[in-house]
């Protein structure tokens, strides 16, 4: 049985931001339309250089032009089962769970074993499609990235200046007839962070009950880009799993109770998709999974 509790919850102030000051004041496009002073994803190279490279992301993957790559063998999950309690904090551009540094990942042809830090969340309006990343031009509700650094760094603003300091593992949602009762916790508590910077702690969740089983987590596409808000530092090794996580179309919605830094309701917080390139798309097949498990 899962316990869960809500330990405290916890106001703090928000930033009050200058009408004209571009810097920390990005936004979307969705909150345009009320707050005419924000710096809108096309002009985000006005508050980071970075987001006007050459490798930033959310992409679009084209599946007939992605790549087999028998170097992409199943991760090896540590903490994932693991009960933990974590922070659940509105930012104000998106809904973020703090996590346990135990909780770390290795294999998939990372480089470097890597310690979690968070995830977070992007969607849409209404339960409409809201996700980053596109496949084959599909755009998905809702987009989870769960974002590790390597384990020699202290921070994600120090992982992110080595080319491959972050690894992000994006999983996508589909709707789905029948609510699903592992994310009833989370989403109970969202009433309770619908302002910007307000917390919620939440006890006895895992990493596992919000995402797909390990066995289907072998099918994946991979490729180098960038964290997708500024400063969009292009220093993520991107892991996207072909299994999705099912939600009913209330249980999107009712992300859309929480509301932007600039009181907006919180609806189609992503980055539109960004230009490859030239970059190659990697495809996991999960061939090597039987014989990696005996």
């Not at 987009?143 to 590790?148: A, G, L, P, S």
């Not at 921070?155 to 009833?184: C, I, R």
Request: charged letters at 20%.
């Amino acid at each position: 049985m899962l316990y869960y509790c809500l330990l405290h919850i916890t106001q703090i102030k928000t930033h009050t931001h200058k009408a004209c000051s571009v810097e920390g004041n990005w936004c979307y496009y969705s909150q345009l339309q009320w707050n005419h002073t924000c710096t809108a994803p096309v002009l985000w190279g006005l508050v980071s250089q970075t987001c006007n490279g050459r490798s930033q992301s959310p992409v679009n993957i084209v599946t007939r032009k992605v790549l087999p790559d028998e170097r992409l063998t199943p991760f090896h999950f540590t903490g994932y089962k693991e009960t933990f309690y974590g922070s659940l904090i509105n930012t104000g551009h998106s809904v973020q769970l703090n996590l346990p540094s135990s909780i770390q990942i290795k294999g998939g042809n990372l480089d470097d074993e890597y310690k979690a830090i968070q995830f977070h969340l992007h969607w849409g309006k209404d339960g409409g499609r809201g996700s980053e990343h596109t496949i084959d031009g599909e755009k998905f509700p809702m987009e989870m990235h769960i974002v590790h650094i390597k384990e020699e760094y202290d921070s994600l603003a120090e992982a992110s200046k080595d080319s491959t300091g972050v690894a992000v593992l994006g999983f996508f949602f589909q709707e789905s007839e029948s609510a699903n009762e592992k994310y009833d916790h989370l989403i109970s508590a969202l009433k309770y962070i619908s302002q910007p910077k307000t917390n919620v702690t939440l006890l006895g969740v895992s990493l596992d009950m919000f995402i797909p089983s390990e066995i289907n987590r072998t099918k994946y596409f991979r490729y180098n880009g960038s964290l997708t808000t500024p400063d969009c530092a292009e220093a993520v090794v991107w892991t996207l799993f072909e299994s999705t996580i099912p939600l009913s179309r209330n249980q999107l919605a009712a992300f859309n109770q929480l509301r932007f830094y600039d009181g907006q309701k919180m609806v189609n917080n992503y980055r539109p998709v960004q230009p490859l390139n030239g970059r190659e798309v990697y495809y996991a097949s999960g061939q090597l999974a039987l014989v990696s498990s005996v």
